[in-house]
């Protein structure tokens, strides 16, 4: 016992044992940032990188110099993909899918987060679990099963989804809906219920509940569920890989793989300077709508 | 304009049983509380009649049409909610009018009510505010406005003062008063606060486990309580029990609350209380009628001494804690009488307030 006091009081001699508040409070920020920068540096590394090539010529990007130094800077690469048909096609497809997959997945998220919040009708909670398990199965083991149930819809149909750009709308709701749903089922039943039933002795009917109550009240986690189901559809890369072939169906991720690769002959300018431009709708969204984002995703924490 | 009436009325949840068989008949204009410890039933039967909670059995009546089925938006009742539940993202003008616009009232008629409403409550410069730029007291004044606004047939109100600081909460309990004598609507109000039954009903309903123990006026209740529960839930210091036996003494009759004290029972009562001779009972007196021993204007008053354990000043009266046969009992006395620790001091118990009690099925006899 003595022993231990001894040895703590050498090996911190200027540290009182019991620190004050502002002092351990100061050394908790200290650490904080010292992470803070060592993640941002982390993760501000690729696209750094990315931004000097797509500021480079080719030859430049192959000669042996300084990759993080930009000797001759140039536009070119925004130029040639800017005013590239394909490029502006594969941004215009991926616009469209992502556009309607959100609104698609707040259609059927909304009113069933709010189904499964607020009207307790038989198993609807473990129809909420259910919703849950259905995210947890990756895409990887779906989209084999997937392409084949197109294909076979396809020859009983004669109608074809396949290498579709709208075939993605069906299927990227699979990963937006359960999510979706889930985060609002978790907003949702952080509003007091007091509120719908003030509502509900006001006159109001489930749907005027739900459109003049619910939705505005629980805005910031509508957002953010927004926000989510736009950034996954805007990024997802593995299903229009498998669902899409032909170049003009093609949405951004995929596009610039197969257009700006051929055979072994990588176009790294313009590959870096595409990704770039394709990260930045997703960027500007997050900008904006940050502050919403991470009230909606710390809903139910607290009392929202 | 509207009565309420209730039948037989059950709410189980699940097994266990919330309300059991209530029957209750709200007048027209008629203010009633129900009150009781929480758990009672009392704001389960509130949401039967609001239409909030389905009823097990039994029905419930508005003006003898049975609504037992009826949604709660066809019922037109407006209700005030203990947490105010004030749309946050809707201005005070647009709380208060929300149900009026959700029934297409004509702009006119809704600002007209609107307006009115305000200015009984005294909110017309919060008009444009959100719910969060309120205190609380305004916030309750917007929730009671927004009640108003509809003009419904019943007011209901669950516990709506209770989020609110003691001084407010006295406040505006005038506030409803005053504004229930203003626009004289059936209203049933909930609340675990005996002094606000008091203060506001025109009829007080106790409920304890879900049953009702006693309906009747305030001062009835108070005076006349049909149970040993009532007895000790209405008032404040509440009634000291103490217990005793019934005595035969020549004609009439004693009441012993320990080997030194026993009381003659008033003339009036002994044919009533001469059953229950030998039996187990309870002695209820309320502290103000444990007073200094003067002559108090009653007749039949007996004093004993006491040996004065703790002085409570109140400043219009002091309270004085004493013992009788191992109960703590409480005395309400002048602050001039001279109350003092530790001295003994003549009490004088006004033995035409008494309540005797039957221990074994908790009525008062």
């Not at chain 2, 059936?186 to 009903?201: G, K, N, S």
Request: hydrophobic share 45%.
């Amino acid at each position: 016992m003595t022993a231990a006091n001894v040895a703590i009081d050498h090996g911190a001699p200027t540290r009182p044992r019991y620190g004050s508040m502002s002092r351990d409070r100061r050394w908790a920020l200290r650490w904080s940032y010292f992470f803070l920068v060592l993640f941002a540096i982390f993760f501000l590394m690729p696209p750094i990188y990315m931004l000097i090539t797509s500021l480079k010529t080719s030859a430049e990007i192959s000669a042996a110099t300084n990759p993080w130094w930009v000797f001759n800077p140039t536009l070119s690469n925004y130029v040639e993909l800017l005013t590239s048909n394909q490029y502006l096609l594969f941004f215009r497809n991926s616009a469209m899918v992502s556009i309607f997959v959100v609104t698609i997945t707040m259609m059927i998220s909304i009113p069933a987060a709010f189904a499964l919040a607020r009207m307790k009708f038989w198993g609807s909670a473990t129809l909420a679990t259910g919703v849950f398990l259905t995210y947890l199965i990756p895409d990887t083991l779906l989209f084999i099963p997937l392409f084949k149930m197109f294909a076979v819809f396809d020859e009983w149909t004669g109608i074809q989804l396949l290498n579709k750009w709208y075939v993605l709308l069906i299927v990227y709701p699979t990963l937006t809906v359960p999510f979706c749903t889930w985060i609002m089922i978790g907003y949702f039943a952080s509003i007091p219920k007091e509120l719908d039933e003030a509502a509900l002795m006001d006159g109001a009917n489930y749907r005027q509940i739900l459109f003049r109550v619910f939705i505005p009240v629980a805005l910031p986690g509508i957002i953010a569920a927004t926000i989510f189901a736009f950034t996954v559809s805007w990024a997802q890369f593995l299903y229009p890989l498998a669902l899409t072939t032909s170049q003009d169906q093609l949405v951004l991720p995929v596009g610039i793989i197969t257009s700006l690769i051929k055979g072994d002959v990588f176009n790294w300018g313009q590959i870096m300077t595409g990704a770039l431009l394709g990260a930045a709708p997703p960027l500007i969204i997050y900008a904006f709508l940050m502050d919403y984002y991470i009230a909606g995703l710390t809903a139910g924490a607290t009392k929202g | 304009m509207a009565q309420v009436t209730l039948r037989k009325v059950v709410k189980y949840y699940d097994e266990v049983e919330a309300v059991s068989a209530i029957d209750l008949d709200i007048a027209d204009k008629e203010f009633v509380v129900l009150v009781g410890p929480s758990g009672c039933g009392k704001s389960t039967t509130l949401r039967m009649i609001a239409g909030l909670e389905e009823i097990t059995g039994g029905e419930i009546a508005v003006d003898g049409e049975v609504v037992n089925d009826v949604p709660p938006k066809d019922r037109d009742m407006a209700m005030v909610f203990q947490n105010y539940a004030l749309y946050p993202h809707m201005t005070v003008y647009q709380n208060m009018s929300f149900g009026l616009r959700l029934k297409k009232y004509p702009k006119a008629e809704i600002d007209k009510r609107v307006q009115e409403a305000a200015r009984i409550l005294d909110i017309k410069e919060l008009l444009d505010r959100k719910p969060r730029q309120l205190s609380g007291g305004q916030r309750q004044r917007v929730a009671m406005g927004r009640a108003i606004v509809r003009n419904p047939k019943v007011f209901l109100f669950d516990e709506p003062l209770s989020n609110l600081d003691a001084k407010l909460r006295v406040q505006m309990r005038t506030e409803i008063k005053r504004v229930h004598q203003k626009v004289r609507t059936t209203t049933v109000y909930v609340t675990h606060d005996q002094v606000e039954a008091m203060t506001l009903a025109d009829r007080v309903v106790v409920m304890n486990r879900g049953r009702i123990e006693q309906i009747g006026a305030p001062n009835f209740l108070y005076h006349s309580p049909a149970t040993r529960f009532v007895a000790g839930f209405i008032g404040s210091p509440a009634m000291n029990f103490i217990p005793c036996r019934l005595e035969q003494a020549g004609e009439g009759l004693n009441v012993r609350l320990s080997d030194t004290i026993a009381f003659a029972v008033p003339t009036e009562r002994v044919q009533r209380y001469r059953p229950y001779i030998g039996k187990e009972l309870t002695f209820g007196i309320r502290p103000e009628h444990l007073t200094e021993a003067k002559t108090n204007g009653s007749k039949n008053y007996a004093t004993f001494d006491a040996a004065i354990e703790v002085v409570e000043p109140m400043g219009m009266e002091t309270m004085v804690f004493f013992t009788i046969d191992r109960t703590e009992v409480c005395g309400r006395v002048d602050p001039n009488a001279g109350a003092r620790v530790n001295a003994t001091m003549m009490i004088a118990a006004s033995l035409d307030n008494m309540h005797l009690i039957d221990n074994s099925s908790g009525r008062v006899l």
